[in-house]
C-alpha cells in the first residue's frame, strides 16, 4: 500500500536535489571570470537533459536493476521498462518512479561538480563525451555496488548519501582532469560575483536537505537526524574555515565562509543518518580543517584546480566516509553498524581500502578518458579561445552586455 506522506516527501526531497544542479551553476558561475559564467553553468545545466536521457535509456537499469552482488546492474529495466505509475518501491511506502527521479538527481550533479575543476579550458563537444562515457563507467558501477545491492553492499560498505558515490569519484576525476588538460594560461581572474556565488551557496545548502535526509528512503527519525546534522555539519564547518582565514589573513572573508559550508555538507554526506549530532559537528570541523589544507597544498603544488573541485568535494568525501569508520554508532541508527570507535575495526577498514580504492579507479579512468575522448575531438581550447573567453568563442553568448573583460 502506498503511503501519501512518504510519497509527498521523497517528491519534496527529489525536488530539493533537483534544485543543487541549477544551484551549482550559480556558485559556478559567480566564483568564474566574467567571459567563462555562461559557459560553466551550461555545463551544470546541459546535465540536467543529458543525464536525464541516459538515465530513462539505461542508467537507472544499470544502477538498480539485477546485478546482486556485481559490479554493474542488467538490462531488464531499460526504457523504465515494467516500471508503472503504481508499481511501489522495494519498501512499499510509494512509487518505483519516485525512487527514478530521487537517484536520477544524484546522477545529474555529480559529474556537474567536476566542471568547476577546468573552468575556462574543455571544449563543450568533448565534456558532452566526457559526460556520458563518466557515468556509464564510474558513477554507474559505483551507484549500483554501493546502493544497488551490489559487490560492495554485499561487503557491508555504507555511504548514506554520497561520499563514495558522489564526492570521492567527482572530486578524484576533477583532479585528473586538472593534470590532463593543465593549467590556464591566465589564471589570474577573480570571482565576476560574490552575491551570484551566494545565491548557489544557498541553493545548495537548501538543497543538500533533499540529498542527505531523502536518502533515508522513509519519513523517520533518522529522516530529521540527518536533516539536523547536515546543518550542524555546514554551520560548524563554515565557521571553522572563516575563523582560519580570519587568522592567516586578518580579515574575515565571505568567500571562505561559503567555501567551509560546503565542505562541511561533503564531509557529513557518507554519514548524515548514521552518526550523532556532536559527531556531526566535529565532523563539520575536521571537514573544514581538511579541506582548508587541501586547497592549500593544491595552491602549492600549482595545480589548476580552478574552484576547488578536489579539494572541497573530494577531499569533504573522502575524510566523511572515513570518520564514518571512527564514529558509525548502531545506537545512532541501528540498521548502520559500529565503526572503529564501539569496536568495528574491520569496518573502519573496509570504508577506509574502498573510499582509496574508489578514488585511484575514478581518476585513471578519467585520465585514460580524456586521452581517448582526445583522439575524437580536441579537449582543451585553443590559448585564443581562451583568452577571448568560452561564452563568446563557444556560445556566442555573454553575461553582460558591458565590461565583458
Known amino acids: ?43 551544470s545545466f546541459v546535465s540536467l537533459g543529458i543525464t536525464t536521457i541516459l538515465w530513462f535509456f539505461v542508467g537507472y537499469s544499470l544502477c538498480f536493476s539485477g546485478g546482486e552482488g556485481a559490479i554493474i546492474g542488467d538490462l531488464d529495466k531499460m526504457f523504465l521498462h515494467g516500471i508503472t505509475p503504481l508499481t511501489p518501491f522495494k519498501n512499499g511506502g510509494f512509487p518505483e518512479l519516485v525512487f527514478v527521479a530521487y537517484q536520477m538527481m544524484f546522477a545529474i550533479i555529480t559529474p556537474a561538480l567536476i566542471t568547476g575543476a577546468f573552468a575556462n579550458r574543455v571544449t563543450f563537444k568533448a565534456y558532452l563525451i566526457f559526460l556520458v562515457v563518466w557515468q556509464l563507467f564510474v558513477y554507474y558501477p559505483f551507484a549500483h555496488m554501493v546502493w544497488g545491492g551490489g559487490l560492495l553492499a554485499e561487503m557491508g560498505v555504507l555511504d548514506f548519501a554520497g561520499g563514495i558515490v558522489v564526492h570521492a569519484t567527482a572530486g578524484a576525476a576533477a583532479l585528473a582532469s586538472v593534470f590532463y588538460v593543465g593549467s590556464r594560461k591566465y589564471k589570474d581572474s577573480k570571482p565576476n560575483s560574490i552575491p551570484l556565488m551566494a545565491i548557489g551557496t544557498a541553493l545548495l545548502w537548501f538543497g543538500w536537505y533533499g540529498f542527505n535526509a531523502g536518502s533515508e528512503l522513509n519519513v523517520d527519525g533518522i529522516t530529521a537526524l540527518a536533516f539536523l546534522n547536515s546543518d550542524i555539519a555546514a554551520s560548524f564547518a563554515a565557521i571553522t574555515w572563516m575563523i582560519i582565514e580570519w587568522l592567516k589573513e586578518t580579515k574575515p572573508k565571505f568567500v571562505g565562509f561559503m567555501t567551509g559550508a560546503v565542505a562541511g555538507l561533503a564531509t557529513v554526506t557518507p554519514a548524515a543518518g548514521l552518526v550523532s549530532m556532536p559527531v556531526a559537528a566535529l565532523m563539520g570541523i575536521i571537514g573544514a580543517i581538511t579541506c582548508y589544507l587541501a586547497v592549500h597544498i593544491k595552491n602549492r603544488m600549482e595545480w589548476d584546480d580552478a574552484l576547488d573541485v578536489w579539494g572541497v568535494h573530494g577531499i569533504g568525501g573522502v575524510t566523511g566516509t572515513i570518520l564514518l569508520g571512527v564514529f558509525a554508532s548502531t545506537a545512532i541508527n541501528p540498521a548502520g553498524t559500529d565503526g572503529l570507535l564501539y569496536g568495528g575495526t574491520a569496518f573502519f577498514i573496509k570504508e577506509l581500502v574502498v573510499v582509496v580504492i574508489t578514488s585511484i579507479y575514478a581518476f585513471v579512468f578519467t585520465y585514460v578518458m580524456l586521452i581517448l575522448i582526445d583522439i575524437i575531438t580536441p579537449v582543451k581550447v585553443s590559448d585564443e579561445e581562451e583568452l577571448a573567453g568560452l561564452d563568446i568563442s563557444i556560445h556566442g553568448e555573454c553575461a553582460y552586455d558591458t565590461g565583458v573583460f
Do not use: H
Open 1 to 43: 500500500m502506498l503511503n501519501t506522506g512518504s510519497t509527498g516527501f521523497m517528491l519534496l526531497a527529489t525536488s530539493l536535489v533537483m534544485l543543487m544542479t541549477p544551484g551549482l551553476a550559480f556558485f559556478y558561475g559567480g566564483l568564474a571570470c566574467k567571459r567563462n559564467i555562461l559557459g560553466i553553468m551550461m555545463q
